[in-house]
Structures are given as C-alpha cells and as structure tokens.
C-alpha cells in the first residue's frame, strides 16, 4: 500500500518546538514536501527537500523551521523550533514515491498531523 504517514503534531505554547515526522511506505522518489493548512486558508509550502538534500522554504518560517530526510529509513522530519500562534495548522506529508517495480506514483499525501501553538 502506497502511503505517507505523519506523526509529532501536538499543543504546544508561543516559543515551544515540535519535531514531524513522515514515514513512507516504499521509497521516496527524488523530492518530498511539508504543506500546512490552516482554517479558513489555502494549502501552502512549508518546506521542500530534493533528494540530494536541497532545501527550500517559505519565508514565514525561515530561520526556524529545518526540514531533513533519511533516505535509507524512507523518513522526514520538520524540526520546528520557536513556534508562533500562527503556525497553528494541519501539516501534511508530500512525495513522489517509487514501487519496486520502478513505478513511480507522483504527489501522494498524508493524511495529516495538526499542530496548535497557544499564545
């Protein structure tokens, strides 16, 4: 079963960090994402990783959040570290995950993990 799972959401106050985690089923195929949606809001680009560990960021969170992967546990994480109220979302898995017969399914997502930071 082709999947993303996330894991490490939680209620946290203003300044607290938190650590995601996202666990592939199969192997991740080249870039994997964290996407956040708050309420009343349009999915948006937290973090991106490439497989040769490229980063990039949205500017809401640079300087606080590190994305990372492990490619050989099919994991990735997002260290988020000074957590502000309006981080408060639904965070979301993304990759493009490779079968072992070399199929690649494209843009698959998890299900979600919500983080809610208390001012």
């Known amino acids: 079963q082709v999947q993303l799972v996330e894991s490490g959401g939680g209620l946290v106050q203003a300044g607290e960090s938190l650590r995601l985690s996202c666990k592939a089923s199969?192997?991740?195929?080249?870039?994997m994402g964290w996407y956040r949606q708050a309420p009343g809001k349009q999915r948006e680009l937290v973090a991106g990783?490439?497989?040769?560990?490229?980063?990039n960021y949205a500017d809401s969170v640079k300087g606080r959040f590190t994305i990372s992967r492990d490619n050989a546990k099919n994991m990735m994480y997002l260290q988020m570290n000074s957590l502000k109220p309006e981080d408060t979302a639904v965070y979301y898995c993304?990759?493009?995950?490779?079968?072992?017969?070399?199929?690649?399914?494209?843009?698959?997502w998890g299900r979600g993990t919500q983080v809610t930071v208390s001012s």
């Open positions: 199969t192997t991740i195929f080249n870039r």
């Open positions: 990783i490439t497989s040769g560990s490229g980063t």
């Open positions: 993304n990759a493009d995950l490779r079968l072992s017969d070399a199929t690649v399914i494209r843009d698959v």
